[in-house]
């Protein structure tokens, strides 16, 4: 108490004198930590010339639980700002602090933060609750809304068959139903690639943490009346992502091949579902669709077995015919300017467009040969896994990391977890990152490096590596993975250059303006639990709408918190999927403690 009495003292009568504006900056994860984890908060410098700050913790009765003066001024790579980091690891006591900042102008800062025993209890369930909001067809209610509940848009009962997509059996025009599945994004289409990708991280996740994830309550219509009843319960997570996989199944064509995507010609304005008009289109089967269905519905029939045994007879039977037709059309791309082209009308919306379908045929026989043991699939994965080896010696970042449109990762993970593989590709892959952290300005594997930033990056650089060390830890034991995953959820929440934490409705400056239709147009606003894409120096956004970045933003701050932003804040199932995976491996651990 003594000392922080003095300490304020001191500090007030100094800043009362300073006449300097520039200051220092806290950036700490915004949720807090567990008592076991390792706390550490990093201080931007206003200038390369600034005097070491000293750092005071105060509990929530003003007594001075830590100080320090940081004494190590690093500089950031990409920006070359000078920052200080404080390892405040030595607090074990559950409770909410402050942190007070006296630089050395005498100006004080703080920043309030938590430790608690589950941190990321909420985060986690609000990120698998995203998906109940995403979900088209169908209104959003309460009580599961919790708060936003919306009307129904997107009946998707009345789709046509576009020319590209026509059959002698379905020709141009032809009305197909196929309702419900995930929104993709800020978007209200809903394509194959990227919802296959989902479910293969969604379905590695629960594998990952089964225990956690079958007693994870989400407060949706399935928890209460599950609709797989005579059958024996299914757990939340599982019932939200057939949701989905209903939806991907009527994809299919009855050839056995996938639509690419279902979609309205060009984007929908601002506006909610319900006044969305335009009319919706399934376009061309390809490889890639089709290979990561076949994957999807694979993993889907081995992972329902204890809940649902007509359901998975179902999903194997589609996924043997979307392979064989993937077999006997090995190389249809999705090459939206040529399908336009030809065919009429015109398509503008995403294109996940894919010319390397190599690791698609690796995942899909992969998860064939993981569900029905069948030599067959094996045989075929002789030749693909060569081809991904063979890139792989010439470019390491091909078979990692996951994102999706190379899936090769997925495949591997879950031999890793079958025991079918070794770890050291994924051990190999991590460490040049793990090792950047004794200079990384955000004590963090990720951000150190021009090439982490780019669209999506939040999750498909730094939600990803954090879900390889959690596999790391997993398969060696090793702290030091668990560690540096715990520290890529810590730069998402917070302690990284811009000072976001890059989920909605979490942390003390969150994302607010994400490029996100359902919450544009809500009455209440954004809603919570979307994780933003992130800091994107390609900026293919700048020239639309009055996206304007600063001149010269350093790559990791190229953000803008700003809803027209879609290549920096757009939100999609395909990153959701990986920040959950990472706060529920981490709330998993913490349970254990
Ligand atoms: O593959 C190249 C790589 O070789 C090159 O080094 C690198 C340099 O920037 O670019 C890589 O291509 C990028 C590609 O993603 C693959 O990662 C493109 O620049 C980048 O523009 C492209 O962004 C994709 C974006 O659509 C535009 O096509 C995102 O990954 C993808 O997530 C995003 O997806 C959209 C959907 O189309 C529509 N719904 C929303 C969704 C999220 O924004
Ligand atoms: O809203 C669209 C978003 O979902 C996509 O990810 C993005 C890239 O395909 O495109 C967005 O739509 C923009 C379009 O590409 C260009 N004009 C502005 C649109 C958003 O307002």
Same mark, same amino acid.
């Given at each position: 108490?003594?000392?922080?009495?003095?300490?304020?003292?001191?500090?007030?009568?100094?800043?009362?004198?300073?006449?300097?504006?520039?200051?220092?900056?806290?950036?700490?994860?915004?949720?807090?930590?567990?008592?076991?984890?390792?706390?550490?908060?990093?201080?931007?410098?206003?200038?390369?010339?600034? &005097?070491?700050?000293?750092?005071?913790?105060?509990?929530?009765?003003?007594?001075?639980?830590?100080?320090?003066?940081?004494?190590?001024?690093?500089?950031?790579?990409?920006?070359? *700002?000078?920052?200080?980091?404080? @390892?405040?690891?030595?607090?074990?006591?559950?409770?909410?602090?402050?942190?007070?900042?006296?630089?050395?102008?005498?100006?004080?800062?703080?920043?309030?933060?938590?430790?608690?025993?589950?941190?990321?209890?909420?985060?986690?369930?609000?990120?698998?609750? $995203?998906?109940?909001?995403?979900?088209?067809?169908?209104?959003?209610?309460?009580?599961?809304?919790?708060?936003?509940?919306?009307?129904?848009?997107?009946?998707? @009962?009345?789709?046509?068959?576009?020319?590209?997509?026509?059959?002698?059996?379905?020709?141009?025009?032809?009305?197909?139903?196929? !309702?419900?599945?995930?929104?993709?994004?800020?978007?209200?289409?809903?394509?194959?690639?990227?919802?296959?990708?989902?479910?293969?991280?969604?379905?590695?996740?629960?594998?990952?943490?089964?225990?956690?994830?079958?007693?994870?309550?989400?407060?949706?219509?399935?928890?209460?009346?599950?609709?797989?009843?005579?059958?024996?319960?299914?757990? +939340?997570?599982?019932?939200?992502?057939?949701?989905?996989?209903?939806?991907?199944?009527?994809?299919?064509?009855?050839?056995?091949?996938?639509?690419?995507?279902?979609?309205?010609?060009?984007?929908?304005?601002?506006?909610?579902?319900?006044?969305? *008009?335009?009319?919706?289109?399934?376009?061309?089967?390809?490889?890639?669709?089709?290979?990561?269905?076949?994957?999807?519905?694979?993993?889907?029939?081995?992972?329902?077995?204890?809940? @649902?045994?007509?359901?998975?007879?179902?999903?194997?039977?589609?996924?043997?015919?979307?392979?064989?037709?993937?077999?006997?059309? !090995?190389?249809?791309?999705?090459?939206? !300017?040529?399908?336009?082209?030809?065919?009429?009308?015109?398509?503008?919306?995403?294109?996940? +467009?894919?010319? %390397?379908?190599?690791?698609?045929?690796?995942?899909?026989?992969?998860?064939?040969?993981?569900?029905?043991? +069948?030599?067959?699939?094996? /045989?075929?994965?002789?030749?693909?896994?060569?081809?991904?080896?063979?890139?792989?010696?010439?470019?390491?970042?091909?078979? #990692?990391?996951?994102?999706?449109?190379?899936?090769?990762?997925?495949?591997?993970?879950?031999?890793?977890?079958?025991?079918?593989?070794?770890?050291?590709?994924?051990?190999?892959?991590?460490?040049?990152?793990?090792?950047?952290?004794?200079?990384?300005?955000?004590?963090?594997?990720?951000?150190?490096?021009?090439?982490?930033?780019?669209?999506?990056?939040?999750?498909?650089?730094?939600?990803?590596?954090?879900?390889?060390?959690?596999?790391?830890?997993?398969?060696?034991? &090793?702290? *030091?993975?668990?560690?540096?995953?715990?520290?890529?959820?810590?730069?998402?929440?917070?302690?990284? /250059?811009?000072?976001?934490?890059?989920?909605?409705?979490?942390?003390?400056?969150?994302?607010?303006?994400?490029?996100?239709? #359902?919450?544009?147009?809500?009455?209440?606003?954004?809603?919570?639990?979307? #994780? $933003?894409?992130?800091?994107?120096?390609?900026?293919? %956004?700048?020239?639309? +709408?009055?996206?304007?970045?600063?001149?010269?933003?350093?790559?990791?701050?190229?953000?803008?918190?700003?809803? !027209?932003?879609?290549?920096?804040?757009?939100?999609?199932?395909?990153?959701?999927?990986?920040?959950?995976?990472?706060?529920?491996?981490?709330?998993?651990?913490?349970?254990?403690?």
């Amino acid at each position: 108490m003594r000392n922080s009495i003095i300490f304020l003292a001191c500090a007030c009568a100094l800043f009362t004198g300073c006449k300097h504006n520039a200051s220092s900056d806290i950036r700490l994860n915004q949720l807090g930590f567990s008592p076991m984890q390792e706390m550490t908060a990093t201080i931007v410098l206003p200038d390369s010339t600034a &005097e070491a700050n000293a750092v005071f913790i105060l509990n929530e009765n003003n007594d001075t639980v830590w100080s320090g003066v940081p004494a190590v001024t690093m500089k950031n790579p990409i920006s070359g *700002k000078s920052c200080q980091i404080v @390892d405040f690891s030595a607090l074990d006591t559950v409770g909410t602090y402050t942190m007070y900042l006296k630089d050395g102008q005498g100006k004080i800062s703080n920043v309030k933060f938590q430790i608690s025993n589950r941190p990321y209890r909420e985060l986690t369930r609000s990120a698998l609750r $995203a998906y109940y909001h995403q979900r088209a067809s169908m209104a959003t209610e309460e009580p599961y809304a919790e708060g936003y509940a919306r009307p129904a848009g997107h009946p998707d @009962d009345h789709v046509l068959v576009h020319a590209s997509a026509a059959t002698p059996e379905r020709p141009e025009g032809t009305v197909i139903s196929s !309702p419900e599945g995930w929104y993709d994004a800020g978007d209200y289409n809903k394509y194959i690639v990227n919802s296959g990708f989902t479910m293969g991280v969604w379905f590695l996740a629960y594998e990952f943490n089964k225990a956690y994830f079958d007693t994870l309550k989400l407060n949706i219509p399935e928890s209460i009346v599950n609709r797989q009843s005579s059958n024996r319960q299914c757990p +939340d997570m599982l019932s939200e992502a057939m949701y989905n996989i209903r939806w991907m199944m009527t994809m299919q064509d009855l050839d056995g091949g996938v639509y690419h995507k279902l979609t309205e010609p060009d984007f929908e304005g601002f506006i909610r579902p319900d006044q969305c *008009k335009k009319p919706r289109y399934v376009v061309m089967k390809t490889t890639a669709a089709t290979l990561d269905f076949a994957a999807t519905m694979a993993m889907a029939a081995r992972i329902y077995a204890p809940f @649902d045994e007509a359901f998975c007879a179902q999903a194997k039977e589609a996924a043997v015919k979307a392979y064989q037709w993937a077999l006997a059309h !090995p190389a249809v791309y999705y090459d939206q !300017p040529k399908m336009n082209a030809q065919f009429k009308p015109e398509i503008t919306t995403g294109a996940y +467009d894919d010319f %390397d379908v190599n690791d698609e045929f690796y995942w899909a026989e992969i998860e064939l040969y993981l569900l029905t043991g +069948d030599e067959q699939y094996k /045989a075929n994965i002789g030749s693909h896994a060569r081809n991904i080896a063979n890139t792989l010696a010439q470019d390491g970042k091909y078979y #990692l990391p996951a994102t999706w449109g190379n899936v090769a990762e997925l495949a591997y993970l879950d031999l890793l977890m079958h025991g079918k593989t070794g770890a050291n590709a994924l051990l190999e892959h991590l460490k040049p990152y793990i090792d950047d952290v004794e200079t990384s300005v955000f004590r963090s594997p990720y951000g150190n490096r021009e090439s982490d930033f780019f669209w999506g990056c939040n999750s498909e650089g730094c939600c990803w590596r954090g879900i390889e060390c959690l596999y790391a830890y997993r398969l060696t034991g &090793e702290e *030091k993975y668990r560690i540096n995953a715990e520290r890529c959820l810590n730069y998402i929440l917070g302690q990284n /250059a811009t000072g976001y934490c890059y989920v909605t409705g979490f942390g003390t400056k969150p994302t607010a303006h994400p490029h996100h239709r #359902l919450s544009y147009s809500h009455p209440k606003g954004t809603l919570p639990g979307f #994780l $933003a894409g992130g800091p994107n120096p390609a900026q293919q %956004d700048a020239q639309t +709408d009055g996206v304007k970045y600063p001149k010269d933003v350093p790559a990791d701050e190229s953000y803008l918190d700003y809803q !027209p932003s879609y290549a920096s804040n757009e939100v999609t199932i395909n990153w959701n999927v990986t920040l959950f995976a990472l706060a529920a491996g981490i709330d998993a651990l913490d349970a254990q403690h």
